[in-house]
Structures are given as C-alpha cells and as structure tokens.
C-alpha cells in the first residue's frame, strides 16, 4: 500500500509540473528544431523535431485512468474527450478521443485501418464508440461491472484510439517520403520523430519508468512472458533504422515501408501476450478469482477489440471464437484458457501474423495479479498463483529427473516443458508485476 501512495504522489508530482510546463508557449526554444541536443529522446531515440507535447498525452491516459479506477466515469470522460496535457500547434488540446474521430480522415488510405473499420461494421469511429460504451455504460457495456468498464475504457483510449495512430504516424512518414517532404505535419513535426512519442511517451522520456504507452505494456509483458522476445528493443532499432532513411537525403521510401511493417508485426505481440493473460485471468476454472473477474473481462475484453479485426482477416473462425470468449459482459473464457491459447497459436505464422512464431510470444509464467487495486483478493489470487506454481514445479522437477534419466535434457525439451506447464493452465510463480499499462 506505502508504494501505491507513494507512486500515486509521485504521478502527481509528475503531472503537476507537467501543467505547469504547459502554461508556456507551445513551441519551446529549448528544442530547437533540429537541434539533437534539446529535442527529446524517447528510450534510444533521439527526436530531431519538437513533439514533447505529443509525448504527454500519456499523462492523458495517466488522468483518466485515475479517475475510471475510482469510477469516476463523467471525469475520465472529459479526458478523453476534452484532453488535459497535450497541446496542439494551435493551442488546443489534442485528446485521445481526437485519434479515432480523425481517423476517417487522415487513415481511410491505410491498410490497417481499413481492416478495422470494416470489421467494426464500417464504422470510422469504432475505438471512440467503444471507450463512450464503456464509460456510459450503454451499448455492450449495459449492465456491466463498474471495474469492467474502468478497465475496458482506458485499454481502448491506449490499444485501440492512440495503437492505431501510432501506424498511422507511421504511414504517413512513408508517404511524407514519398512526397519528399519530411517535415509536412502539424507543427513541422516529422511523423517518424511522433511515431516514437505516441509509442513511447514523455513518462519514458522523462521520469524513466516504464511508462503508459505501448512501451510499457511491452515491458510488462515481456516479464510474464518467459522467452518471450525483446519487443521493444526490435522496435526502437527499427524506429531508429527508419530515422536514418528519413533523415537521408536518398529517401529509399520502400525500405522506410518495410520497417513500418516489420514494426506493425511486432506492435501485435504484446496484445496476443495480453489476451493469453486476460484468457487465463478471466477464466474462472484457471486464474480467475471473483474480486479479479471483473477486471480481467474488462482488460480481456479491449485486448481482443485491439486484435481482432487481424485475427479474423487471418481465420475467422478464430475471430468468432475469441470474439465469444472474451464479452464485456457475462461469462468470459467460456472455452476454457486452454483451448483460447490453442487457438490463438494457430494463428502464428499466417496472415496477419506471418512474422510471429510462439517463441516471440514465449509462455505465460507469472500472470501475476489483474492490476494491483489494493484489494485483499488480488493478494490470495498470488499467493493461489504462487501456490499452483510450487506444485508445478515439483511436477517439473519430477519430470525432468525422468526425462534426464532416458536422455540428455536438450534445450528444445526443457522451453517445451514449461510450455506445457502454461498450457496445462497452471502458469504463474505469484509475481506481482508493477502496475502495468
Ligand atoms: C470475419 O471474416 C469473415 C470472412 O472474411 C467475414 O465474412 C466476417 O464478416 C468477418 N467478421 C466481422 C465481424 O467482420
């Protein structure tokens, strides 16, 4: 509990001064355009132009959480909706509602989008009409759990409004390329320097934390997920590679396009990761406990709104089957955690999900707890974890000394080994991961 004081303290302190910050002009002279030594540098990227602003709509995210996790739903709808942090070259605040709402308009030309919007009955405005559902409690969200809808509107606001704006920065840099002008956006912002903003964000840059963006959630899962692969630094490389393509005078446009793609791929491996946590979470014969529940439908719920439209242009049976296990309301995982992971590896290696193989999603080991609320039912959902794990391990261990008796234990035997233990839904070593975005 001192902990959770002390960070919610500390996040005000943060967020105090970055109101204050605020007050100033827009365009500050400390970061000259172009100027590397006062622009900011998100993880290993270096910005060339000023999207410091940019950065801080994660403390939008930052305040509206705080507000839908006390339910306090009128308030995080302003956030949203009226943005606090983020200010736009003319003055106003960019919001994250404002992500979806534009998306007609600046995205109809990409692929990803396009996809989506399809698959949310051709509907443009589908993440912001999610996020109002959840805060409202109207549509799908009628009747649903207060934490379930806590949950479902900030993981849309982050996975779903500000995930695809992040491919559309991308995009755009690629067509900025193409029209040999870098720099033609809002503010002389080069959409690749925003690119890492939006991914990244200003706590990263910052504070040094990990942050609330998808960087963060990259960071957290890649600690639940053991094997699992290095996300984010494969994207801070590329974000970094396709810099210098930009920054070239050459413009090799298709090489800039391939590393957004390779980019967008990686983007979908900590939402697979979330949706096999969520699957495990929300399953009330594996990880599910009744105070957890709630949040883990609500979380399992905007994970799956962020992937689905690629899960169903890949196999739409799998669409449908993951779209019924993860509801916002009523019974979640109804197939069972096993069977969704079956499902979801079926994916790998096809479509949509061409570059991801299994072990860059590697195998849940410590689900941990649905976000620590400071309830007692998170802590007995650890130590059951925790409890499971041991008697897994013994299993393991026993396993293993007759495993080795036969053969040499290979390397191969041992990661397949553990990948049964996940798959055998009882997963998890009673970690507590830090509050994860
Ligand atoms: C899922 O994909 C199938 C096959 O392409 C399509 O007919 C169906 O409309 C898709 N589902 C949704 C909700 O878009």
């Given at each position: 509990m001192a902990v959770k004081w002390f960070s919610l303290l500390a996040l005000a302190l943060v967020a105090s001064f970055a109101a204050a910050q605020d007050e100033g002009p827009f365009e500050d002279p400390d970061c000259a355009l172009g100027d590397e030594n006062t622009c900011p540098v998100y993880s290993t990227y270096q910005c060339t132009t000023d999207v410091r602003e940019r950065g801080e709509i994660d403390l939008d995210v930052n305040d509206m959480a705080a507000f839908a996790d006390s339910f306090e739903f009128g308030q995080a709808k302003s956030i949203f909706q009226q943005g606090k942090n983020s200010r736009t070259s003319s003055g106003g605040f960019r919001t994250l509602e404002g992500f979806s709402v534009q998306a007609e308009d600046k995205m109809s030309d990409w692929p990803d989008f396009q996809l989506f919007r399809e698959y949310y009955n051709d509907n443009p405005a589908y993440a912001r009409d999610y996020v109002l559902d959840a805060l409202d409690a109207s549509g799908e969200f009628g009747g649903a759990d207060d934490w379930t809808r806590a949950e479902a509107s900030v993981k849309g606001a982050q996975y779903m409004c500000l995930a695809m704006y992040v491919i559309h920065e991308m995009e755009d840099a690629v067509a900025d390329c193409e029209a040999g002008d870098?720099?033609?956006n809002d503010g002389g912002a080069k959409a690749w320097d925003e690119t890492a903003a939006f991914y990244v964000g200003s706590l990263v840059a910052n504070t040094g934390d990990d942050g609330v963006l998808q960087y963060g959630l990259a960071l957290n899962r890649q600690l639940q997920f053991t094997g699992s692969a290095d996300i984010n630094g494969q994207v801070m490389d590329l974000l970094n590679e396709g810099k210098k393509l930009v920054d070239s005078p050459t413009r090799n446009c298709p090489e800039l396009a391939r590393i957004k793609n390779e980019i967008i791929d990686l983007l979908k491996v900590p939402l697979l990761q979330g949706l096999i946590r969520y699957a495990f979470l929300a399953d009330e014969n594996s990880g599910g406990t009744s105070s957890n529940l709630p949040k883990a439908r609500g979380e399992g719920n905007a994970f799956a709104r962020s992937i689905l439209p690629w899960i169903n242009g890949t196999d739409p049976n799998v669409g449908t089957k993951i779209d019924e296990n993860f509801p916002?309301?009523?019974?979640?995982v109804k197939d069972g955690y096993n069977s969704v992971v079956e499902s979801l590896e079926s994916l790998y290696g096809k479509e949509y999900f061409q570059s991801i193989s299994a072990d860059d999603v590697g195998t849940l080991t410590a689900a941990g707890d649905v976000e620590d609320s400071g309830l007692s039912g998170g802590a007995i959902a650890g130590i059951v974890i925790g409890v499971i794990a041991g008697v897994a391990l013994l299993i393991l261990a026993a396993l293993w000394f007759m495993k080795r008796r036969k053969s040499k234990s290979s390397y191969a035997k041992e990661a397949n080994l553990s990948g049964d233990v996940a798959n055998g839904a009882t997963a998890g070593d009673g970690y507590v991961p830090p509050e994860m975005p």
């Open positions: 870098v720099t033609a916002p309301t009523g019974r979640a």
